[in-house]
């Protein structure tokens, strides 16, 4: 009979890293562990774990980004590669940003000719002031432009969403669709100026490339609570964009 697989378990410790995906410089890392196996004569590889602890000040290139780089302190993998289907299975990525905290899972297609990246990820814990540094450019222009030209203060407690990124045939990646939910916390929200600011904003935002809405829980505009509230802004790609605003306010009339 012939090898039906190979199991592998490695541990390395300071040096630097060069993450498989191109475009990315490598990284220098503390320590970093690989342990798997390889089965049916390379016909599918298993990572049963992967871990690497970055060196201070370390950096990654986001991919689909224009060279947007992430702190990264740590990183965690799982997932396997089927030669046949030339697929990249996530069953998840675990990234450490430095307190922010992302969860990935989905797959790569199409890993040795031109590859297609599909799947969700989760946000975790990020103050609205870092958006610009946690938000890569590439990946949602339009509302990310929004996002850190009108609100600051409070945090993005939880953000999803769902991508579909595709190789561009240069090595680098292009955005092809977006689509995500944001649970924000005691924000401020310059929805249209010069009227007032909402404050102390909490609730549920939605966005794709074009859109971005604002769900209100809860907030204050000029002193006056809101308890519920909705703002649409679409058009985001266009030069005129379009604001609607239905805001529930609660106090006297005068």
């Known amino acids: ?26 990284i220098p890392v503390n320590a970093a562990i690989l342990r798997g196996r390889v089965e049916g004569g390379f016909e599918r590889i298993v990572i049963d774990a992967a ?14 980004s224009r060279e947007h780089r992430l702190p990264i302190r740590s990183a965690a993998v799982q997932g396997s590669y089927g030669a046949v289907q030339d697929r990249l ?20 297609d199409g890993v040795r000719a031109t590859p297609r990246i599909t799947g969700s990820g989760v946000l975790a814990d990020v103050p609205i002031s870092g958006a610009p540094r946690y938000w890569p450019t590439g990946w949602g222009d339009n509302p990310r432009s929004w996002v850190t030209a009108h609100m600051a203060d409070g945090m993005f407690r939880r953000a999803e969403a769902t991508f579909d990124l595709a190789g561009n045939g240069a090595g680098g990646f292009v955005l092809n669709k977006i689509d995500g939910t944001m649970v924000i916390e005691n924000t401020t929200v310059d929805y249209l100026a010069p009227m007032p600011k909402a404050r102390k904003v909490s ?6 490339k074009f859109h971005f809405d604002i ?9 006056l609570k809101t308890s519920q509230g909705k703002i649409i802004f679409t058009d985001l790609d266009k ?8 805001l529930l306010i609660d106090g006297p009339f005068s």
Do not use: M
């Open 51 to 64: 871990s690497v602890d970055f060196s201070d000040g370390a950096e990654i290139i986001a991919p689909g």
């Open 239 to 246: 030069k005129d964009q379009h604001t609607t605003i239905d």
């Open 1 to 26: 009979g012939g090898l039906e697989g190979i199991g592998f378990d490695l541990a390395g410790g300071a040096g630097r890293l060069t993450p498989p995906l191109a475009g990315q410089p490598p």
């Open 215 to 223: 769900d209100i829980a809860e907030g204050e505009v000029e002193g």
């Open 203 to 208: 609730g549920t935002a939605r966005f794709d």
């Open 89 to 108: 299975a996530v069953d998840f990525i675990k990234l450490d940003l430095g307190g922010p905290k992302i969860d990935v899972t989905g797959q790569v």
